[in-house]
């Protein structure tokens, strides 16, 4: 009997030990990314109804749960407290009909707001309601509602809140609070006439969340709009209106609650190959004042892995007023610093070229934050390989001083230095490298495919000195670890 009770005792010991620890092989596998989001599995694509709310980030996104192309839209869901460890959730909204055809009645993309107001009626205790507007495919633009913090969703009985109309092939809808007017706008992407060249951003107002008014349209933008206000970082007495379309690029303007009028050209805000589908979080707490955005990194690829796609790494927005006008600079939100682990820092080092100096060897790994400022002293060029192997070169991120050029994964982009410097933030996860270049007034965001066990870094340069003014390397840990 004592050795009956030993042997269940032993067993139910290994079992707890077993259980207590984590699974090495959850959210690691080879191009998982380690802190780009990333569904469990199958494919997703646009960030959907970013919205603050109650201590929590909320996000959804595009999601097939049928498998890894795309097709079956679905919202997915997400939380995360610091918009670095995300928390999945069940899917929030389904499709409105049930129908084999894989796009008619589905949920496409759209947004989400805090109902402080209580307009849609449906608040239940202190708790608030938040609404979500999105795409019905074929089906016109539609609501759904949360009364417990986004675990819920409910479909709004009044749907559709803008009927289908076959011929404006409208969709993605952003909503934003107006407060001079005191009332709810709706930017959404449609054409107003039965041809190409009227695509564009139609505007629409609303006392109610439900009813909503025709007002303008700005043509010659594609998908996914947003509208925000933004402060001049260094007029802080100013502020304008910034309407982006669906790769990113922007007009800056003066909105008046009904029409866009716009005082810059169209601007690039991303040079990379993946980038698409850019939204901003609502409701950031004033406290908090940043205008935080992510995007979809589109054209990804993950072989052999069982999800398909990611997000671009959160960032700051910030408008400021340059020599030659207002830009929208982008750059990693602060939190990355979370993940951040073993430090490597140089000041003041020169390199000089043929040599074989790389004065950064000793850093190491598949995940890093680099944050460095360079005096092009004489050099030609200068850069870095990334996740270089020992018989193969990794990838190549080079800086062309004579044409003032940046250049990695066959995209590039114009970077002038300020007094003969440059300044980079670099973003190396397993599937994806982002470059903010002079405080992230040039931006590039690629995905890639390194080779495996691939981890090692070289700084070069070539045609003369390059001094590294500071240069710090943080490996970064996993944002997908279990706690133990």
């Known amino acids: 009997m004592k050795s009956v009770s030993f042997s269940l005792f032993t067993l139910i010991f290994l079992f707890l030990l077993t259980a207590s620890k984590p699974d090495k092989k959850y959210y690691n596998e080879l191009y998982r990314p380690q802190f780009h989001f990333t569904p469990e599995k199958n494919w997703h694509n646009d960030p959907n ?109 009044g749907n559709p809140v803008i009927a289908y109309d076959e011929t404006d092939d409208a969709r993605d809808p952003k909503v934003i609070w107006h407060e001079p007017t005191q009332k709810y706008v709706m930017v959404l992407y449609r054409k107003t006439l039965d041809d190409d060249k009227s695509k564009g951003i139609s505007f629409y107002t609303s006392e109610n969340l439900v009813d909503w008014e025709y007002k303008s349209h700005v043509f010659g933008f594609y998908e996914c709009p947003d509208l925000i206000p933004m402060q001049v970082s260094n007029r802080p007495e100013e502020t304008k209106w910034v309407l982006f379309d669906g790769d990113g690029s922007y007009l800056i303007g003066n909105f008046d609650g009904e029409k866009f009028a716009p005082e810059s050209a169209k601007m690039k805000s991303d040079f990379g190959k993946n980038y698409y589908a850019t939204q901003t979080w609502s409701n950031i707490p004033e406290e908090d004042g940043r205008v935080i955005q992510i995007a979809w990194m589109r054209g990804g690829t993950f072989p052999d892995m069982p999800f398909n796609g990611q997000m671009t790494f959160p960032a700051e927005l910030q408008l400021t007023k340059f020599s030659f006008g207002y830009k929208v600079t982008r750059k990693p939100v602060a939190e990355i610093e979370l993940l951040h682990d073993k430090q490597y820092s140089w000041e003041n080092e020169t390199q000089i070229p043929g040599i074989n100096q790389n004065i950064i060897k000793k850093a190491k790994g598949d995940c890093l934050h680099i944050i460095g400022e360079f005096d092009l002293k004489t050099c030609n060029n200068f850069g870095f390989f990334i996740r270089n192997g020992k018989k193969t070169a990794g990838t190549e991120l080079l800086y062309d001083v004579k044409r003032g050029v940046l250049s990695v994964l066959g995209t590039s982009a114009p970077v002038m230095p300020v007094d003969n410097k440059i300044t980079l933030e670099i973003l190396v996860d397993r599937a994806s490298i982002e470059v903010f270049a002079n405080g992230g007034q040039t931006v590039i965001s690629n995905c890639f495919n390194p080779e495996e066990g691939a981890e090692n870094l070289v700084l070069f340069n070539n045609g003369g000195e390059l001094k590294v003014n500071k240069l710090d390397i943080f490996k970064l840990n996993s944002a997908w670890v279990p706690s133990k």
């Not at 929030?92 to 049930?98: F, G």
């Not at 496409?108 to 849609?120: E, K, M, Q, W, Y």
């Open 49 to 157: 109804g970013l919205v603050y709310y109650d201590g929590e980030y909320h996000m959804f996104y595009q999601y097939n749960p049928k498998g890894n192309e795309w097709g079956y839209m679905h919202w997915g869901h997400a939380v995360s407290t610091d918009l670095v460890h995300w928390e999945h959730l069940p899917v929030a909204i389904y499709p409105d009909e049930n129908s084999e055809d894989k796009e008619y009645c589905t949920a496409f993309s759209g947004s989400a707001i805090v109902d402080d107001r209580n307009l849609l009626g449906k608040q239940q205790g202190d708790e608030k309601t938040l609404v979500a507007f999105y795409t019905s495919k074929s089906c016109g633009q539609r609501i759904a509602y949360s009364t417990d913090r986004g675990r819920t969703w409910e479909k709004y009985e």
